[in-house]
């Protein structure tokens, strides 16, 4: 209840311009954990270590890390969040990780610059949005998607990330 209350106050903070766009199908080496809920501090927790073991990877194989990528699929059934987090890959492999095809869909998107604790600011503004639009899913939890644009060095306070919400 107190973190509600805490984001509830921070709604007036937030400058979020949301922009709706069409992405394209996107392939990504990476890996993928579940997390126990959708709360910020049990994903938070599983995506790190995941993006730990996926550099890990990518370093030993000489890999490209330029785009990370992290995709929130809720489980319809329970409170988990399947997580995946990798890099693009436009061509070709990595050993010791999966490629994972994001279809191509409709998003609406925002950008976060700042700390990762207060990137719940960012989806609260999304989600706000999606009921005032209409733009909910019916039937399911949404899917979520955070592309590191600026994400260097274990200090995130300066990292910019596209948040983006898939659209029914």
Partial sequence: MTARLRLIEQEDHVNAQITTKQTDSLTIAGLTA????????????????????????????????????????????????????????????VPGLEPHTLPPTQVASTIHQGAMATISTAYQALATWATANNRQHPLTSPTWREHYLEATGPDNSPWLVELQLELP
């Fill in 34 to 93: 579940t997390a126990p809920d959708a709360s910020r501090r049990s994903t938070g927790a599983v995506v790190q270590s995941l993006f730990g073991q996926v550099i890990d990877h990518m370093e030993a194989a000489g890999a490209d890390r330029t785009t990370p990528i992290a995709h929130y699929v809720p489980d319809p059934d329970t409170p988990e969040v399947h997580i995946t987090a990798g890099y693009a890959v436009p061509n070709g492999s």
